[in-house]
């Protein structure tokens, strides 16, 4: 979790340390997912290669999207979810754009077509994409919370409200008022 504010150094780069290898971890799943879809799809099928990458590619988006909301970056910000979805979607798109374009280059402007070079190259548009996102996910999209006003610790619970007091004795009731010294001057009928 990095998130900005008045932490010493030390605190800030163990952060930023801590959130890279969560990014890492679901980073990792991922582009395990984006080879694993896009060899099985070269393997099954007649598919270009750069349209079975890009096949692959939103498959691990999806995968990713699921493992950076609920674990990489679950303490952020989680408002706004139509708002977090479509920058994630947006960024994610751009991500594709620069992950593909390097396996476009080495395919169709070198000619490096074999299994092993498409493999190569994904795997370098892969990690080109991947600072790209990292940058634009955490600024953008899964937001750090903001810092609590110096002198309020963050994870300070509130206190517990005073307690009512107990009922005491109950007062006697007041009497009755005086009857009014003035007669009615309509006598009611009697029955």
Do not use: H
Not at 30 to 36: A, C, E, F, S, Y
Not at 91 to 117: C, H, K, Q, R
Not at 134 to 162: C, I, N
Request: net charge positive; charged share 15%.
């Amino acid at each position: 979790m990095s998130t900005p504010g008045n932490g010493s150094v030390l605190e800030r780069v163990r952060g930023l340390v801590r959130e890279v290898a969560k990014f890492g971890a679901v980073g990792g799943l991922g582009v395990l997912v984006n080879l694993g879809v896009f060899n099985l799809i070269r393997n099954t099928t007649d598919l270009q290669v750069v349209r079975a990458s890009v096949m692959a590619t939103a498959v691990a988006i999806a995968t990713n999207y699921l493992g950076f909301r609920y674990f990489a970056y679950r303490d952020r910000a989680q408002g706004g979810r139509t708002r977090e979805l479509t920058l994630f979607a947006a960024f994610s798109a751009i991500g594709l754009v620069i992950e593909n374009g390097v396996l476009y280059a080495a395919t169709y402007g070198l000619g490096w077509d074999g299994p092993v070079a498409t493999n190569v190259f994904k795997f370098i548009g892969i990690g080109t994409a991947t600072v790209f996102r990292f940058w634009s996910y955490r600024t953008w999209v899964f937001k750090a919370l903001p810092v609590a006003a110096p002198g309020v610790a963050q994870s300070e619970p509130m206190p517990d409200p005073a307690p009512l007091p107990k009922p005491g004795p109950r007062p006697e009731p007041m009497p009755d008022p005086l009857p009014d010294p003035v007669p009615d001057p309509i006598p009611s009928p009697a029955n």
